[in-house]
C-alpha cells in the first residue's frame, strides 16, 4: 500500500510542477504503481498472504458467530445460567 501512496504522491507532484520530479520522465513517476501491481497480483499470492487473510476472516466470523449464540442480546433474550 505504500507504494501506491507513493505514486500518488508522485503524480501529484509531477502534475503540480514542484520540485526535480517535474523533471523525471512519466516511467519513473509511474513505477511505483506498476510495482505495487505486481505485488498484490503475483507476489502476494506467492507468498500465500491471500490465503491468510482468507483464512483469518473465516476464523475472525466463526468467532462472532460463536460469540452471538453464546451471549444473545435483545428484548426477548434468555440468559444461559
Known amino acids: 500500500m505504500y507504494l501506491v ?4 504522491l508522485l503524480v501529484g507532484l509531477k ?3 514542484i520540485g526535480v520530479i517535474a523533471e ?9 504503481l506498476g510495482v505495487a501491481f ?3 497480483e ?4 506467492l507468498l500465500g498472504f491471500d ?3 482468507a483464512d483469518h ?3 475472525e466470523q466463526r468467532r462472532k458467530e460463536r460469540v452471538a449464540a453464546q451471549f444473545p442480546v ?3 433474550a434468555k440468559r444461559r445460567t
Not at 523525471?24 to 511505483?32: E, I
Open 5 to 8: 501512496w507513493l505514486a500518488v
Open 15 to 17: 502534475l503540480t510542477g
Open 24 to 32: 523525471l520522465s512519466w516511467w519513473w513517476v509511474l513505477a511505483p
Open 38 to 40: 505486481v505485488w498484490f
Open 42 to 45: 503475483w507476489i502476494e499470492k
Open 51 to 53: 490465503k491468510r487473510r
Open 57 to 59: 476472516l473465516e476464523w
Open 74 to 76: 435483545g428484548p426477548g
